[in-house]
């Protein structure tokens, strides 16, 4: 889960991170007002969306009046950024950069443990830094056991400064950094940039975090900021049907039953030249109920052109499948092409009610991947 840019800065104040004086706005008003209030030379208006590259998308822009105040909050407000519709904007007050940093916390699943990521080259193009120049990044694996102590933080803080009130602020923003990660099971907590001001002053002016989902109940001020994008509300909606269900960017709708089998239906859509629109598992249970909710689930995705359906019948009755399908497909009244693969319990009872009907059988994985990519449009 993610949180916009002012809610992150929150978290971060209530941590002892410093951050720039700011004001959230909706609307251009609001903007010019938050502009008055502060009484700058110059501020930033910052567009708030889920997604980066706000500043190369036009998101972000300086103020220095009145006028371009309310030009520049008018033309964000409203543009689309990365598919997101801009709807609020953060009205920040200008601090007088000298340098950039970037800080992180996040999980490395390879060590199994929590890495910090720091550079001194942060801003907007950090993600160029990472790919051109790996070894201007710096990382470290925090051991769960021994944390982030005052030792360790200006180890790592002296990597950036020689003076010792800025070795100091840094190493207090890396432990309440690392601090605010553990105690809200963030998965991202990021500064990109921390900048040093010329009078000495480490200052957080973006911050990004996110949560990891399964730990969320033990969090309910972070719960209350989650705003669902349309894909996740599917997601949300599946699981409470019993599905597990993950939203990709193919064409080949999915329903499989078994976390193993989908995993290697989507490798033999990729493998034969076609690409999967969604992970879909609709679990062991041959309740035709569940097949049908499962069905409209897949073509509510308008940018399926075929879906695939690959049983493997223990638990599961190939025969229930099949009449969950045919009541299914008479419901939805659809014209997708379905590629039906029935294996296991009851498949030639299975197979045999679904003679006679639009759903396209197959009795072999290979066979019904060649038959949903070719129905797909995409050259096998």
């Known amino acids: 889960m993610k949180i916009h840019e002012y809610q992150a800065k929150k978290f971060f104040s209530s941590y002892g ?22 009484q700058p030379k110059k501020i930033v208006v910052k567009a708030q969306v889920l997604a980066g590259g706000r500043g190369k998308a036009g998101g972000i822009k300086l103020a220095q009046n009145e006028t ?3 030009t520049n909050a008018t033309s964000i407000l409203g543009m689309k950024i990365k598919g997101y519709v801009v709807k609020k904007i953060l009205i920040s007050e200008a601090v007088d950069i000298e340098s950039e940093y970037y800080i992180s916390f996040i999980i490395d699943r390879n060590t199994k443990s929590v890495l910090l990521m720091m550079s001194s080259d942060g801003g907007m193009d950090i993600e ?4 051109n120049t790996p070894n201007r990044i710096y990382k470290f694996s925090i051991d769960p056991l021994i944390g982030l102590p005052d030792y360790l933080a200006r180890k790592y803080a002296f990597l950036f400064f020689n ?5 100091n602020q840094l190493a207090a923003i890396l432990q309440n950094l690392y601090r605010l990660f553990l105690e809200k099971d963030a998965s991202l907590t990021e500064i990109n940039p921390l900048i040093r001001t010329h009078a000495g002053q480490l200052i957080a002016i973006d911050a990004k975090m996110a949560f990891d989902d399964n730990a969320l109940f033990r969090h309910p001020d972070v719960i209350t900021l989650f705003e669902p994008t349309p894909e996740e509300k599917t997601e949300t909606e599946a699981k409470e049907k019993g599905f597990s269900y993950v939203h990709l960017d193919g064409n080949i709708g999915c329903m499989v039953n078994g976390a193993g089998l989908a ?13 999967p629109a969604n ?29 695939l359906i690959n049983i493997f019948g223990g638990i599961t009755r190939c025969d229930d499948v099949a009449s969950g399908l045919i009541v299914a497909f008479d419901e939805l009244k659809t014209m997708v092409p379905i ?8 498949e030639k009872e299975g197979r045999e009610l679904l003679k006679g009907t639009r759903l396209l ?14 129905s797909s449009g995409q050259i096998l």
């Open 17 to 38: 991170i410093p951050v720039e004086r700011h004001k959230l706005c909706a609307n251009t008003e609001e903007a010019v007002a938050a502009w008055k209030e502060f």
């Open 263 to 275: 995993m290697a239906t989507m490798d033999m859509i990729k493998l034969y030249g076609g690409q």
């Open 339 to 346: 590629v039906v693969r029935l294996t296991g319990t009851n």
């Open 128 to 131: 160029t830094v990472a790919k």
């Open 68 to 70: 371009e105040v309310r």
């Open 279 to 307: 992970f879909l598992d609709i679990g062991g249970s041959s309740n035709p109920q569940k097949v049908i909710n499962a069905m409209k689930l897949l073509l509510s995705d308008k940018q399926v052109k075929v879906v």
């Open 361 to 374: 059988s197959a009795e072999t994985m290979s066979e019904a991947t060649h038959l949903a990519v070719k």
């Open 163 to 167: 003076e010792i009130s800025q070795v």
